[in-house]
């Protein structure tokens, strides 16, 4: 009896010991932690896997949900079982429908390989929305008078006793305008920038907040600030004011949950009170906000203020059928950052240099008498002379108005606008102006950094640093061109060139998962994508608008794209018909020329000009016909892919026929039997290379006359928006890697360093947006903070350092590491939703010493430029006597093999 007890108590210790080797972390649910208002009938559950040894893969999976975080039996909703699968992200809840407001708690255990089973996860849970237009009480209130431009912010309030113990507290809560809700002398939550911008009368985003320790026993009181925002501030040009509503108007409802079980409800109604004068007497996205200290209502948001003289609100009458719940990632203050020199210029204005080009607004701490205006006024450079410049701001003001109330030190910061600049022009201050009386507070999206590359070059390690704060600062719930002038607008062309770097640089799943939607909403009947989405530039009830090559391929390129990096197959599911109808509505314009006579509207946007007296130069333009049918047929093949994975056979070989009419039809009209393409344009080639355009015998013909123009420019590029993402990459998959390096190395204008050489902290519009004069382009077009360009950032990660996708989600991984003598070290890191992957190679004298990391769950295929795996050593041994590789093997100049997770330092001799 007494061994039986040994060897039970020794095998529980072996399976503890099992489970603590095998362990589950970060999970989430929809791409987000325990997300709190979702919509998704059936939430999709992730998770990553760490555990002591190589080449961990799961083989089974078991997942449990309950309403309680106990998972008592009673309180199970439904429990998968043992489900045989290496499948560890974006998997199905497959349980009863799930309820209204109703939280739940789900965990995950698994299998592996090596005969480990884990303990249940640590608990995550999600929680559902208002599942019904039905569910939502409340009615919109507004103020029947409020329809005037630039006026003051309104204020919302309402008064509510409770004499019972609260179990929770939910506030389900949308407006017309910017919102700021408060409740007992409070801001509830952390966002800014509520609800968002979306195509309000198509898709108004809400938000929900736990407010279940913010409610008292007694008297509470609840109310929100509304300012324009999106919806009814200035967007784009001429003045263009209040495009989806002149009125601003609130929509809430607070649902209280008592202990005893019992609920009540306190909503936006008749019995609501107003008030249209406040501190905030303007607000606008583009002009900024006006500040009166002494007109402050304060504690307008605690219970027992007096609101006689407030008005009662009325009663607006919309459809809800157009509310969803947020999915996108959520706007927040994200960091905050110090100046790093407060000067005065020549001409005597006195002025705070950030250090760094950003986006968001400045924090302003003051003491002076009561009626001091001081005013801070925000601008991304200076003049050649040293002088604050704001010309290529166009019309947008960009101007902060304080007035002081003159009670001691005040503290102010604006809620309803947002600045992209890096220099402040301070005027009217009282006393010395210190960095202690000045914070800038950097606001975007609020995405986690996954992504991380280096080099042993610094001007190249700026560039990355440049390219992650110009997505930081245009990532901004959509991505927008600029966040300076009186633009700000989501322009497809820029996102859908920018989106695989964005993808390494930070986790867009979410971000994208809601824009692309948005592009779906606002796509016309014929299929027809706007230049900008949401589509502002058209009036809201047009069926048919301008479109363009390049920017209308978002409706593919960004589905696409996010499906290869996230794994996520709803996502292209829920955009497929977006897809098809995009894809349609080119092959009925083209008709059978098959031709897309005039598809382009923009071409290779902002492609080089050489100065006016240069006349042995050519520019790098491109025939805008060329531009439109190379994209007509990338469409197509993305399309064609998407068909597959969705088993959609009829359309993907309806597809097929197409594309091969396309090419043959391009050949034919735009390429000679040498290889000389379209115009000679580098984007030209760029174009049909990258897209499979040109027959393979062809190829090397057209590479290489790609590179004698690179090489005729004195390693110069000469792309615009559309050829630039794809120019070292065709490079590379053309044996001209050495050809790219020299590209992305070059200081001199035009390229990626001439800006970081001219002291640029975020990626420029254009190649010479300051010249080397230090005079400026054109004012009418000339953002220092454009992340277009910045999608070399791609090529650096997936070729420089080498980290690439195998298949969808990162499952399969491969590691293609590509060393220069030009650089003595590049590395990266990738947080894919797997875990991290790591790729860097360093030269030590003739060897090169290759790191990489591959998760749990995957396998990678690793690819070294060597013809023999007698070459190469992984901690002093050669490769071929490690059980952790197989499938060893040399095709052509390069070194292929597999292996499963782990960290491994390879070597090599450099041939």
Not at 70 to 87: A, L, M, P, Y
Not at 315 to 327: D, M, V
């Amino acid at each position: 009896m007494k061994s039986l007890k040994l060897a039970f108590v020794f095998l529980f210790l072996c399976a503890m010991t099992n489970a603590q080797d095998l362990v589950l972390k970060d999970l989430s649910c929809e791409h987000n932690k325990n997300p709190i208002g979702i919509e998704v009938a059936q939430p999709r559950f992730s998770w990553k896997i760490s555990g002591t040894g190589n080449n961990i893969m799961q083989t089974a999976y078991s997942v449990r949900v309950a309403t309680d975080n106990k998972f008592s039996s009673k309180k199970i909703v439904w429990q998968s079982g043992k489900i045989e699968s290496d499948e560890s992200i974006l998997q199905d809840y497959k349980g009863p429908q799930l309820k209204s407001g109703q939280r739940y708690f789900w965990q995950v255990k698994i299998w592996d390989n090596k005969g480990r089973t884990s303990k249940w996860s640590e608990t995550a849970f999600f929680e559902m929305g208002l599942l019904s237009p039905a569910d939502w009480k409340a009615k919109w209130i507004e103020i029947e008078s409020d329809t005037l431009k630039y006026s003051p912010s309104k204020y919302f309030r309402k008064e509510f006793p409770v004499d019972k113990s609260i179990a929770n507290a939910r506030v389900y809560v949308t407006s017309h305008g910017f919102y700021e809700l408060h409740l007992n002398g409070k801001k509830v939550g952390d966002q800014v920038l509520t609800p968002g911008w979306t195509s309000y009368k198509k898709r108004l985003q809400y938000q929900v907040y736990d407010v279940t320790d913010m409610i008292v026993k007694g008297n509470n009181a609840i109310g929100a600030i509304l300012g324009d925002g999106w919806y009814r501030g200035t967007l784009a040009w001429n003045n263009n004011w209040a495009i989806y509503g002149k009125r601003l108007g609130l929509l809430l409802q607070l649902k209280i949950t008592f202990t005893d079980g019992s609920e009540a409800l306190i909503a936006t109604d008749g019995t609501w009170k107003a008030s249209k004068d406040g501190a905030i007497r303007m607000c606008d996205i583009y002009n900024g906000e006006t500040f009166d200290a002494n007109k402050n209502l304060d504690d307008w948001d605690k219970a027992g203020f007096i609101d006689d003289n407030w008005e009662r609100v009325s009663i607006g009458s919309y459809n809800n059928n157009n509310l969803i719940a947020s999915e996108g990632a959520q706007v927040r203050k994200i960091q905050e950052i110090k100046p790093v020199k407060i000067f005065k210029t020549p001409k005597g204005s006195l002025i705070v240099d950030m250090g760094q080009n950003m986006v968001g607004w400045l924090r302003l701490k003051v003491s002076g008498n009561k009626g001091t205006v001081v005013t801070l006024r925000h601008s991304e450079v200076l003049d050649k002379n040293g002088e604050f410049y704001t010309t290529n701001l166009r019309s947008a003001k960009c101007q902060l108005t304080y007035t002081l109330k003159g009670t001691g030190e005040e503290v102010y910061e604006p809620r309803f606008t947002f600045m992209g600049f890096r220099f402040v022009e301070v005027t009217g201050f009282p006393g010395e102006l210190t960095t202690d009386n000045l914070t800038g507070i950097v606001v975007h999206s609020d995405m986690a950094v996954t992504g991380s590359f280096e080099c042993s070059n610094t001007l190249i390690n700026q560039l990355q640093h440049n390219i992650q704060w110009g997505q930081k600062g245009n990532f901004v719930d959509v991505p927008t061109d600029c966040p300076q002038r009186d633009e700000r607008l989501g322009w497809t062309g820029d996102a859908q060139a920018f989106c695989r770097t964005a993808a390494y640089n930070m986790d867009v799943a979410a971000f994208f998962t809601k824009w692309t939607k948005d592009i779906a909403a606002d796509q016309r009947p014929a299929g027809e994508i706007p230049v900008v989405i949401p589509d502002v530039l058209n009036k809201q009830e047009s069926t048919s608008v301008q479109t363009s090559a390049g920017w209308g391929d978002v409706a593919v390129i960004v589905p696409w794209t996010m499906y290869l990096v996230y794994g996520d197959k709803k996502l292209l599911e829920t955009q497929y018909p977006c897809m098809k109808k995009w894809v349609e509505y080119i092959r009925k314009t083209a008709g059978n020329d098959y031709i897309w006579n005039g598809g382009s509207v923009y071409g290779d946007w902002l492609f080089y000009h050489p100065p006016i007296n240069n006349h042995s130069e050519p520019d790098g333009f491109t025939e805008h016909d060329f531009i439109a049918t190379a994209f007509y047929a990338y469409s197509m093949e993305i399309y064609i892919e998407a068909a597959k994975v969705l088993g959609n056979t009829e359309d993907e070989e309806v597809g097929k026929a197409v594309l091969n009419k396309i090419k043959e039809v391009f050949n034919d009209e735009y390429v000679t039997k040498t290889g000389r393409v379209g115009t000679n344009s580098q984007t030209a080639y760029v174009l049909a290379l990258m897209f499979d355009l040109l027959p393979e015998k062809i190829r090397p013909n057209a590479a290489a006359f790609l590179v004698s123009d690179i090489k005729s420019r004195r390693n110069h590029l000469s792309t615009g928006f559309l050829g630039t993402p794809y120019l070292c990459h065709v490079l590379s998959d053309n044996g001209y890697t050495d050809v790219a390096y020299d590209l992305l190395l070059q200081k001199t204008y035009p390229s990626w360093l001439y800006p970081v050489k001219m002291g640029a902290t975020t990626i420029w519009e254009r190649w010479d947006g300051q010249k080397t004069d230090s005079t400026f382009q054109d004012p009418g077009m000339n953002s220092f903070n454009h992340y277009a360009y910045g999608a070399i950032g791609d090529w650096m990660y997936r070729v420089s350092a080498g980290i690439e996708i195998a298949s969808p989600g990162y499952k399969h991984i491969t590691i293609q590491p590509h060393p220069t003598k030009k650089l003595e070290y590049s590395k990266a890191s990738f947080e894919s939703s797997y875990g991290t992957i790591a790729s860097g190679w360093e030269r030590k004298g003739d060897k090169i010493i290759v790191s990489v990391k591959i998760p749990a769950n995957t396998i990678a295929t690793i690819n070294f430029p060597v013809n023999s795996a007698t070459k190469v050593t992984e901690d002093g041994k050669n490769i071929s006597d490690n059980k952790y590789f197989s499938d060893i093997r040399v095709a052509g100049d390069k070194l292929l093999f597999e292996t499963g997770s782990g960290n491994y330092v390879f070597e090599y001799t450099e041939e």
